[in-house]
């Protein structure tokens, strides 16, 4: 049986015990990812769900395509709640969260721009780590059994701060209930996180960006003829977390860092060779050389963690290999009393530092 085979029936299986008649809040809900969970939640279960974003026009445009599923299959609409909210912002987040009290939390929100990261080091760390750390303690103070987080493959070998955090992030979930005060410590709460390959037509991946050059009859901009990419639908995406949901229990002691194998690499450029072939103008193709934070192709998993088989055919547990892989609050202290400085190179050297310190890298993976 196909792994997507697989993700269907197990994910479908599980989707009316694991969600319905539940209470989820879905951050960054106005997001690629936030939308299609939003979208596949309210259209295959009954659960009561709360959508939370900080850029108003993407809330509103998912609560209203949300409650249009629902409508069209009879369940009420008032189901599905807006939460105009910044995750950055942890006395707001926690008074929601207070009002909400979700059973489950799947944390889409972050910054996910690799250039913009590499420019702006400490608001991605404030989005994609401390923003982590508000969530889950809010969620965990306020009896969710379940919190989830959404990474990604640049996680894995980063050599962008986008990617850096998220492994970083990652690694905070490790240490949940491992040091004194963690959040999760004194109540059970699961918690997991899944890495996605690049997903198609997201906001601001490639596809986008090379439909919109075409329309405007190019050049189609090539960073280097030689760059890779792993590929996944957002239906993929959306199956994955649904079936990893499933396999997270609050009587697991460590984290489920979860990844799904992504078939083979595309070549950004025959990628864009297909694109104008469909479109069937003449378009000129230029490559304008690879940009800060860009590697040549990415990788799922690197050397510093082991693969552990899943129940999932083609899904894989990832468990790291030092003993030291594991963030505290005091970690993340340290790191925030830089980002509120602005210092921008530092945070860049801090958060490579405490990977290299937590994962016992001795040297690290180049561009």
């Not at 997001?31 to 596949?40: D, E, K, R, V, Y």
């Not at 769900?49 to 599923?69: A, M, N, V, Y």
């Not at 990617?163 to 240490?175: C, V």
């Not at 192709?297 to 552990?308: N, P, T």
Request: net charge negative; glycine share 6%.
């Amino acid at each position: 049986m196909r792994t997507q085979d697989t993700l269907l029936s197990f994910g479908g299986a599980r989707l009316a015990a694991q969600f319905a008649d539940r209470r989820v809040l879905i951050t960054g809900a106005g997001g690629t990812i936030g939308a299609a969970l939003s979208h596949a939640l309210a259209r295959d279960s009954a659960c009561r769900l709360w959508l939370l974003d900080h850029f108003d026009h993407h809330l509103l445009d998912c609560l209203e395509s949300t409650r249009k599923f629902r409508a069209e299959r009879g369940l009420p609409q008032d189901a599905v709640e807006d939460v105009l909210c910044d995750i950055r912002d942890r006395a707001r987040l926690d008074a929601w969260m207070a009002r909400i009290r979700p059973d489950l939390v799947i944390h889409a929100a972050a910054l996910k721009h690799v250039h913009l990261g590499e420019r702006h080091p400490a608001e991605c760390v404030s989005a994609n780590l401390l923003g982590v750390r508000n969530v889950l303690a809010a969620a965990a103070a306020h009896g969710a059994s379940n919190f989830m987080l959404i990474s990604t493959d640049k996680a894995a070998a980063p050599v962008c701060v986008m990617g850096a955090t998220k492994r970083l992030a990652e690694l905070y979930l490790e240490g949940v209930g491992r040091a004194p005060g963690a959040p999760g410590q004194e109540r059970r709460i699961a918690v997991s996180a899944v890495r996605f390959a690049n997903v198609l037509g997201s906001q601001g991946s490639v596809v986008p960006r090379f439909a919109a050059q075409i329309a405007a009859n190019g050049p189609i901009e090539i960073t280097d003829p030689n760059m890779e990419r792993y590929f996944m639908t957002a239906e993929e995406a959306v199956d994955f977390t649904i079936a990893a949901a499933a396999l997270a229990a609050p009587s697991d002691s460590r984290a489920g860092i979860y990844l799904r194998e992504a078939g083979e690499p595309t070549r950004i450029v025959d990628l864009a060779d297909r694109m104008i072939a469909e479109s069937g103008r003449a378009i000129e193709k230029v490559v304008t050389g690879r940009r800060p934070g860009e590697k040549l192709g990415e990788q799922l998993s690197d050397e510093h963690e082991h693969r552990i088989p899943t129940a999932l055919d083609g899904v894989w547990r990832l468990r790291p290999r030092a003993d030291s892989a594991w963030l505290t609050d005091q970690d993340l202290d340290d790191l925030e009393r830089l980002v509120v400085r602005t210092e921008d190179a530092l945070v860049r050297q801090r958060v490579f530092d405490l990977l290299d310190e937590k994962l016992a890298r001795e040297t690290r993976t180049s561009a």
